[in-house]
């Protein structure tokens, strides 16, 4: 029986809001964010790895980021966990108005709050790569993309473009090579 994976690299990610962030469901509540079932805000690992695809695609290709995230073909090269909030997570009420297009002026009934996880919160993720054998094109497009998200490129959950999803990363990596009992 061949193994799935003979080299693993664990990045164990901690980040701090440099600005809100909104997480939320597609139900179209604006009103409360994503929390678990133990009362924990959370930001899903599928809008983590879609923030990271998308910059992949558009800066190595996207033969890179099917390898990395998958494909309709084949099963991606990186696992990405769902990042948890400190318990202690503050969430905030943002007034926002919604726009008429045609008009240009404010829709009736369209003012609503949106909430959002405050600036200074944190959050911890784990990304953990695998492959039968190393790959150092892939780790670098990884470590670029952590990088991108740190300086600000990627940004992370909705309304991004309003100002929101700022996130500052603190990485912590380790490598495992299977052949190596104790690593096993």
């Known amino acids: 029986m061949n193994p799935s994976f003979w080299y693993a690299v664990r990045y164990q990610v901690e980040a701090q809001c440099l600005s809100p962030l909104r997480t939320g469901g597609t139900d ?4 409360t964010v994503l929390t678990g079932p133990d009362g924990v805000h959370f930001l899903q690992g599928s809008s983590l790895a879609g923030g990271f695809r998308d910059w992949v695609t558009g800066c190595w290709g996207p033969e890179m ?3 990395l995230f998958g494909s309709n073909q084949a099963e991606g090269s990186l696992v990405i966990s769902d990042g948890r909030f400190d318990s202690r997570t503050a969430v905030q009420q943002r007034p926002r108005l919604r726009i008429d297009r045609v008009r240009g002026t404010a829709d009736k009934g369209g003012k609503f709050d949106l909430a959002q996880v405050a600036a200074g919160s944190r959050f911890c993720f784990e990304m953990v790569w695998r492959g039968t ?27 991004k473009n309003n100002g929101l999803g700022r996130v500052q990363l603190t990485v912590h990596q380790k490598s495992f090579d299977m052949h190596q009992e104790a690593d096993r």
């Open 65 to 67: 980021a099917g390898t």
């Open 133 to 159: 054998e190393l790959c150092p094109e892939q780790q670098q497009a990884v470590k670029a993309m952590l990088e991108a998200m740190n300086s600000g490129e990627i940004r992370l959950g909705a309304q």
């Open 28 to 31: 179209g509540d604006t009103e």
